[in-house]
């Protein structure tokens, strides 16, 4: 059964940055488009970032634009999230996904994506 594996996040101050990322050890990695999601208690899950297979499309959703930038190792199997400037907003269960839909304007689950277990990040103002 694939797994995603995330770590990397934790608690930081307001401005502070975070590196959460994603391995995907039964995964094909050059074929498979990825992508980060959230959800903060109360909250519905929102779209993050998404990355296509070979890394050349990305999207944002407009609250992260500026401030976080996704990208991909195919070698390692590995999906990272840079996540700069963050703010309390930003506190949330991140959630890996793998096989989304992910277009320079679009980005979505799908019926078949596979999620990880998330890393939680959380903010201090």
């Known amino acids: 059964q694939v797994q995603l594996q995330e770590s990397g996040g934790g608690l930081v101050q307001a401005g502070g940055s975070l590196r959460p990322f994603c391995t995907t050890p039964?995964?094909?990695?050059?074929?498979?488009?990825m992508g980060w999601f959230r959800q903060a208690p109360g909250k519905t899950r929102e779209g993050v970032s998404c990355?296509?297979?070979?890394?050349?499309?990305?999207f944002y959703t407009t609250n992260v634009k500026g401030r976080f930038t996704i990208s991909r190792d195919i070698a390692k199997k590995t999906v990272y999230l840079q996540m700069n400037n963050l703010t309390p907003e930003d506190a949330a269960m991140y959630h890996c996904?793998?096989?989304?839909?992910?277009?320079?304007?679009?980005?979505?689950?799908?019926?078949?994506?596979?999620w990880g277990q998330g890393t939680q990040v959380t903010v201090s103002s």
């Open positions: 039964g995964l094909s990695p050059d074929d498979v488009l």
């Open positions: 990355i296509s297979a070979n890394g050349s499309i990305t």
């Open positions: 996904a793998a096989d989304v839909d992910c277009g320079r304007a679009i980005f979505g689950d799908r019926r078949r994506s596979i």
